[in-house]
């Protein structure tokens, strides 16, 4: 599978713990996304890079999210002191600036649960 | 503010019928929108985009601006259409985060 993969697929933490997920986006693909989607909603967006660069953040991450891309591939998305409401799928996507076809493409999400 | 509605969250019809799942975005410029669709146990995907103005699957939808609509129909569902289906809208200029709606979950029964 060559598309945008998300590990792990499901995680259960105990309230107050750190998780941290990862995403590899389509390789060529120089943007990538972090989306939130809880039960009955549509995907909320989160942040997203270019390349390395961070450019914006939803004022629905709280200080206690943080997401980095530090070369430009892979991105990992951390929850500290987690809380149940941040019980949710975290979904990623990836897409290219060039080429003409900006198309989103998007993982399987990872299916958080904080009990 | 930018905001995508989708007023049913369900909609359930038999094979062979008619289909338009409804979706109503506010936005003050010119926006992209697209149909995303997610299948049982499976990724979401892209369905289509007013842009490209083509039928996938025998889907179409048509950008009314004036109605700030985006309907997608087809005029003979199929049971390998039940899936839940997502209205998005992208700003230009915003980083090319997209804006979901609620989404509707399309039931074909035979």
């Known amino acids: 599978d060559t598309g945008v993969s998300q590990n792990p697929r499901h995680k259960i933490t105990k309230r107050g713990q750190n998780v941290t997920f990862r995403c590899d986006p389509i390789?060529?693909?120089?943007?990538l996304y972090w989306y939130r989607q809880t039960l009955g909603q549509g995907p909320e967006f989160l942040t997203y890079?270019?390349?390395?660069?961070?450019?914006?953040k939803s004022r629905l991450l709280s200080d206690r999210f943080s997401a980095e891309r530090p070369k430009g591939s892979f991105s990992t998305l951390e929850i500290q002191r987690t809380e149940q409401g941040d019980s949710a799928m975290y979904l990623c996507?990836?897409?290219?600036?060039?080429?003409?076809?900006?198309?989103?493409?998007f993982g399987q999400g990872t299916r958080l649960t904080v009990v | 503010a930018q905001r995508v509605t989708q007023p049913e969250k369900l909609l359930s019809v038999f094979k062979g019928a008619p289909v338009e799942l409804k979706c109503n975005y506010s936005y003050s410029g010119s926006p992209e929108l697209f149909w995303y669709v997610q299948y049982s146990r499976q990724r979401l995907q892209l369905l289509l985009r007013?842009?490209s103005r083509e039928s996938i699957k025998g889907f179409t939808a048509d950008l009314n601006k004036g109605e700030t609509s985006f309907h997608l129909k087809k005029p003979f569902a199929q049971e390998e259409d039940s899936a839940m289906y997502y209205c998005?809208?992208?700003?230009?200029?915003?980083?090319?985060?997209?804006?979901f709606g609620q989404g509707t979950e399309l039931s074909v029964k035979p």
């Open positions: 998005a809208l992208r700003a230009i200029g915003q980083g090319g985060k997209l804006i």
């Open positions: 007013h842009i």
């Open positions: 890079f270019q390349n390395e660069a961070q450019l914006e």
């Open positions: 390789s060529e693909h120089n943007r």
């Open positions: 996507a990836s897409s290219s600036t060039t080429g003409g076809d900006t198309e989103a493409f």
